[in-house]
Each structure stands twice: as structure tokens, then as C-alpha cells.
């Protein structure tokens, strides 16, 4: 009997270890193949810590909905679907950098005048002519953009509404993207997929429970 229980605790004991590098596997094929989502998940997590709605965080936040429309304006108008990662890496940057130094700088205004810096490009080059989905971008970028200036100048509570429901309608956009597979790499349709309904969602969260 003894060494029965023995034999089947070791069974047991050996199953487990089995299972140890097939649940390791599992993760990192799930990194390797879902790293996007998985990098949204951390940044809207950031993002969301400690999240409060004053006029400050509107002001954050605003900036943020404009950076997300921009990055497809950005790629369009280049036509290179990977420079959306270098358009938001370098909106992002700037945005730290304001946020690091209390610089007291309107970059909604900022990111707009980019925008149409980018469209304007895009016309010279006769893109607007082309099916390659510019005026789609541009009607994107009035809409969030609009809706993120009016954001920044309201009062904070109704600032955070708009704020949480261009996200999520902008989580929209990039599922749309991502199944079509056009504008922008898929990569970054899944992360700012992820990134805006998280934070869309945890925005709208802080203001139920205020």
C-alpha cells in the first residue's frame, strides 16, 4: 500500500512538472503572437494609476485622443504602414516631455497643426485623388480631434465623457483597421485597439464612482 501512494504521489508530482513547460510555452506564444495586446494592457494600466478627472488630466487625456487619429493621418500620408509606430513614439515623447518639464503647452493644438501639416503634404503629393484612404484619415482626425478640443475647454466632468468616448469609439476605428488590414500595421491596430478601450473604460469608471 505504501508503495502504491508512493508510485502514484510521484505520478502525480510528475504530471505537474509535465504541465510546468507546456503552461511556459502557452505564455510565451501568447507574448510572441498577442505582444501587442499585451503592451496595450501595461500602458492604458499606466496610464489609468491613479487616474483623476481635474483639468490637468483632461489636458493629458485631450492630447492623448488627438495622438491616436494622428498616427494614421501620419501613415497614410507617408504611405508606410510601420511609420505609425515612429509617429507615436515621437507624439508620446513629447507628451512626457511637457508633462515632465510643466511646460504649460497646448499640444491638442499642437498635434492638430501637425495634422494638417501631414494633409498638407498629402494634397501636394495628389493623395486626396488616390484611393489610398487620406480623406478617410482626415474626416478621422476632425472628428476625434474636434471632440478632444472641446475636451480641453469644457468643464472636467463633461471633458472626461468626451474624452472616454472618443477612445471608445476610436477602439472601433481600430478594429475596423485591423480587420481590413490597411493603413496601419496590424500590430499597432491591436495595441491602440486595447490601449483605448481599457482607458475609455476606466475613465468612464473614475466618473460613475465620483
Known amino acids: 500500500m505504501i508503495d502504491n501512494k508512493h508510485s502514484t504521489d510521484e505520478g502525480r508530482d510528475h504530471a505537474t512538472d509535465d504541465r510546468s513547460p507546456h503552461a511556459h510555452r502557452r505564455w510565451t506564444g501568447f507574448l510572441a503572437h498577442r505582444w501587442p495586446t499585451a503592451v496595450g494592457i501595461a500602458v492604458a494600466a499606466l496610464t489609468a494609476f491613479d487616474l ?23 501613415a497614410a500620408v507617408l504611405e508606410r504602414r510601420r511609420f505609425a509606430w515612429v509617429v507615436l513614439l515621437v507624439a508620446i515623447a513629447a507628451l512626457v516631455l511637457t508633462q515632465v518639464l510643466d511646460l504649460k503647452i497646448n499640444l491638442v493644438l499642437v498635434f492638430l497643426v501637425v495634422a494638417l501639416a501631414f494633409l498638407v503634404v498629402g494634397v501636394a503629393r495628389g493623395q486626396l485623388r488616390r ?22 475647454y469644457v468643464d472636467p466632468d463633461l471633458g472626461g465623457y468626451l474624452v472616454a468616448f472618443a477612445l471608445l469609439g476610436h477602439a472601433a476605428w481600430d478594429a475596423i483597421h485591423y480587420v481590413r488590414n490597411r493603413v496601419v500595421p496590424r500590430s499597432y491596430a491591436e495595441f491602440c485597439a486595447v490601449f483605448d ?5 476606466a475613465i468612464l469608471f473614475v466618473l460613475f464612482m465620483r
Do not use: H, K, W
Open 131 to 152: 484611393p489610398g484612404g487620406l480623406t478617410l484619415q482626415t474626416a478621422g482626425m476632425l472628428a476625434f480631434g474636434a471632440t478632444a478640443l472641446a475636451a480641453f
Open 52 to 74: 483623476r478627472i481635474d483639468v490637468e488630466s483632461i489636458s493629458f487625456l485631450s492630447a492623448l485622443v488627438v495622438i491616436m487619429p494622428l498616427v494614421y493621418v501620419g
Open 197 to 201: 478601450l481599457l482607458l475609455g473604460a
